[in-house]
Each structure stands twice: as structure tokens, then as C-alpha cells.
């Protein structure tokens, strides 16, 4: 008898960590499509964000006479505040309630949204991209996990995830498009202020549709883990994607490098001996789940690296306009929405090991195709690598996506969440900062003897800027005589494809990497909706 009233004590706890009552959870249950378009419009908003604003840089520069620094601030601190607060916020919609977080999150970035579309310097545009970052970081884990509790049945949650995956990527890939489309016709604020009606939208749905859920015997909160985590991911995001501009050796590198380092150590092991972890450690030790995180950490640093080469790429190397361009990575877009609710299915069918390890491939033999590209090249001989990374990255993503949220109990689905989205972002983070700094590199060592020919020379105080970027260069080169021109054109752009020839191979690799991972150790067997798997993914490890 007290086994079976435990039993059953368990399984009304299970449901309130699904569903809390009251009449969101009740409707969720009919109109779970309704849910689901609801998590996948707001997360696409969020992921337009991490590239919707490259396009709009050089408008912002007329407008606001932004320089150069406040313009990587513009960028980088949407990305820093973003990564650093995930795991804090997936954490607390555990504890609160996810409807509750997510809602106050969509506020928040609708709010930044305006704030950013109406600021009149620089330094007002910075701050709003923060506020946008911190409402980003609430939104994101609860997408997925909502989605997780309100989609129990192993089927469904399987396509739930797989459209969840696409709108993700689907996201990345149509923000230059988007940019591109608002900055033909308005000014250079209508890229944030697109967020506000469709926020404001959100809110009445989520209101209305979704459920909420929380842990139902939810730990004391943990303070010094939050701030841990906080500190941790901010300084190492602000390393990755400050090192193209000022160089992995730069103090301004180094020197929060260590400190993240530091403050991760210090994280892992405040988690493993505190009584009320934000983060229990012990999930990593299921091999589904810490596999699949690092998987995804590797395909993301393939996927946003490739983005920062093939957006200057079009626009810089083949003369594109910033629409143009948008237009021409829909293809990636495109095959991203078509495969990736597939993925999931097809990873339950014939494995998760088959299905990761052929889409790693995939984007790998995508990568180095890129790499093959000259400077005669036109943008059709580039298409074929843009379909084999679409592709590739949903075939990994999505099955990555699900094993991690089939592993853990669906009361700790806020902070699976928040991993999976965490290694997402870093991931992303390190392809632009370390892609980045390979492409400089190559860019100035061919550049640099072309400068100091008598027939391409320039001023001394302009070389930084033809050294800087392809843009600069191509920018100094008009102000040049006709011969000086033509030369500086074409040393600079031979530099830049040369660079990004060498960046591209480095993701190839790293795409390697992540399919060797893949095949060594994560387990192929399909993945369990349950929330809890009953078999061990190898000796000594216990999935429940």
C-alpha cells in the first residue's frame, strides 16, 4: 500500500510539473498546434536577432555616427547578456512557473525592441540590445521546455521538436533577408521594431493557450551558482567574440578568458557539493544527454561561423546588396524548415547515432565545399555547400535537441533547456570569434606585402582600415587613382576569399570532430518521449 500510494503521490507530481492547474492547461490539451505556433514565432523572433542587425550596421553608422567599437558592442552584448543569463532563467521558470517566465521574458524583449528601434546614440541602442539579450534568455529555455511538458506522447513530441529545431535554424538563416527587406523600404529601426506587434501578439496568445508548469517540489534557489554561471559564460562569450578585432593574445582576450575559465571551474564544482544545485551535474553523466550538448555546442560553431563568412562573402566579394544577399542564404532556410521536423522521426526509426553522424557529414562536405571557392566564383558555384549545410545542421540539431529533453524528467525540463540552448549560443559564439580571427589572419599576411608594393601604397593612417575588413579596404580603395584602385580591389578581395577559404576548412573540421563524437559515443537507440529513459546508455551510467 505505501508503495502504491508513493506511486501515485509521484505521478500527481509528475502532472503538476506538466501542467499546473487552470484554464491554460486545460485548453493546451486541445489546441496543442495553437502552443506550438505560439513557442515557434516567438523563438523565431529571438533567433532573427542574432542576425538581423549585421545588415542594418552601415545605416547605423550614418545615422548615429556609431564607431567602429560601438558598433561590436551593439552586437556582442545581446550575445553576452543572452548566454549568461540562460541557465539562471531556465532554472527559475522551473521554480516559478515557465508560462510566468517566458510571458515576462516576451515583455522584456518587446519592450528592448522598441527602446532599441527609437534610440538616438549609440550608447541608448547598446543598453536596449542588453535589455533584448535578458528578455531572450527567459523566452528561449521556456519555449522548449513548454513545449516538452505539453507534448508527452513520444510521436508528437518528436515532430514538436523537430519544428521546434527548423524554427530555430529557420531563424538564423532568414535574418539577413528580413534586414535586407525592412532596409529597402524604412530606416534602420524597423529591423527592432518588426519585434513589437508581433510580441504584443504573443503575449494574448501565451496568455490564452499556454499552459503553465513548473517543478513541483521545486529546490531553494541557488544564488551562487546563478552567479557562477553568469559570470562564467559572459566572460568567455565577451573572449570569443572580442578575439577577431583585438587578438587571442590581447589582455582585453586573456584577460576574461581566464576569468570564465575560472568562474566555470568554480560553477562545476560549487554544483557537485551544494545541497540545492541550479544545475545538477549528475545529468552529465548520462552519455545521451552530455553527447548530445556537445554536439550541438560544434554543429552551432559551424552553422553561425559559416553565416559570418557567406553574409560578407555575398555582400563584400560578389557586390551584393544587403537584400540580395539575404536572399541568396534562403536556400538554407529552406532546406533547415523541410528536414528538420523529419529528423527527429527518422532518428526514432533508424537511430540517433545514423542520423547526427550523416548531418555532421553532410555539413562538413557543405564546409569544404565553400572552401573551394575562388575569387572567379560566382554564387552558383557556391549553392550545392549551402544545401549540404542546411541540410546537415538539421539532421543534427533536431535529434540532438530531442535526446536531450527525452533524458531528463520533465520537471527539470527548464534547465535542459537552458543547457541545450547554452551550448547553442556558445557554440555560435566561438565559431564567429575563432572563424573570425582565422579569417583576419590570412587576410592581413597576404595583404600586408601588397601595402607595402609601391604600386598599391596608401597613407599610413588609412592602412588600418584597408587591414581592418574587405569592406574598409574596397571603401579606401575608391578615394585611390584609377591603377591604385583596381590593385587594392583585387589584392583585397584575393585576401578575404583566401581567409575565408581557410576558416570554412576549420569548421570542416570541427564538423568532423562532432560526427567522430557522434560515432564513438552517442548512443543510437531512438529516443524516449517519456522523460526518463529506463536503460543505460553505457556502463555505470543510469539514465533514470
Partial sequence: MTNTATASTTTRAREQGREDGG???????????????????????????????????????????????????????????????????????????????????????????????????????????????????????????????????????????????????????????????????????????????????????????????????????????????????????????????????????????????????????????????????????????SVAVGVVCLAMFAMMGMFFLLTQYLQFSLGLTPLAAGLRVAPIAAAVLLVAPAAVLAARRIGTKVVVVAGLGLVAAGLGWFATTGVASTYGDALPSFL?????????????????????????????SATNDTSMQIGGALGVGVLGTALNFRYQGHLLPVLAHAGTQVPAGIERLVLGSLGGALAVARHLPPHQERALETAARSAFVSGMDLAALIAAGVAVAGAVVALLWLPNRPVSGSGRSGHSDGPGESEG
Avoid at 558592442?73 to 548566454?83: E, I, N, P, R
Avoid at 572580442?242 to 568554480?266: D, F, K, M, N, R
Avoid at 549540404?388 to 535542459?416: H, N
Fill in 23 to 289: 484554464p491554460g492547461g486545460r485548453r493546451a490539451r486541445v489546441h496543442r498546434p495553437a502552443v506550438l505556433a505560439v513557442l515557434c514565432v516567438t523563438l523565431l523572433v529571438i533567433s532573427l536577432d542574432n542576425t538581423i542587425l549585421n545588415v542594418a550596421l552601415p545605416s547605423i553608422v550614418r545615422s548615429l555616427g556609431a564607431t567602429s567599437a560601438q558598433l561590436q558592442w551593439a552586437v556582442d552584448v545581446y550575445a553576452l547578456t543572452f548566454a549568461g543569463l540562460l541557465l539562471t532563467m531556465g532554472a527559475l521558470g522551473d521554480r516559478l512557473g515557465r508560462k510566468w517566465v517566458f510571458m515576462a521574458g516576451l515583455f522584456v524583449f518587446g519592450a528592448g525592441s522598441a527602446f532599441a528601434a527609437w534610440s538616438g546614440s549609440p550608447s541608448l541602442l547598446i543598453a536596449a540590445r542588453g535589455v533584448m539579450g535578458i528578455g531572450a534568455a527567459a523566452l528561449m529555455p521556456g519555449t522548449l521546455s513548454i513545449l516538452t511538458n505539453v507534448f508527452p506522447g513520444q510521436n508528437e513530441r518528436a515532430r514538436a521538436i523537430g519544428v521546434w529545431s527548423g524554427t530555430a535554424g529557420l531563424g538564423v538563416a532568414l535574418g539577413p533577408i528580413l534586414g535586407g527587406l525592412l532596409l529597402a523600404r524604412y530606416w534602420w529601426g524597423s529591423v527592432f521594431l518588426v519585434n513589437v506587434p508581433i510580441v504584443v501578439a504573443g503575449l494574448v496568445a501565451a496568455a490564452w493557450l499556454v499552459p503553465n508548469s513548473r517543478t513541483p517540489d521545486a529546490r531553494r534557489p541557488d544564488p551562487v551558482g546563478a552567479l557562477l554561471s553568469m559570470v562564467s559564460l559572459a566572460t568567455v562569450v565577451w573572449s570569443v567574440v572580442e578575439a577577431p578585432q583585438s587578438g587571442w593574445s590581447s589582455p582585453t582576450v586573456l584577460a576574461p578568458l581566464v576569468i570564465g575559465v575560472a568562474g566555470a571551474v568554480a560553477f562545476v564544482s560549487w554544483e557537485q557539493h551544494t545541497d540545492h544545485p541550479m544545475l545538477p551535474m549528475h545529468f552529465f553523466r548520462r552519455r545521451r544527454y
Fill in 388 to 416: 549540404l549545410l542546411g541540410v546537415g545542421i538539421a539532421l543534427t540539431l533536431s535529434p540532438c535537441t530531442a535526446s536531450v529533453m527525452s533524458t531528463l524528467p520533465t520537471e527539470e525540463a527548464g534547465v535542459g
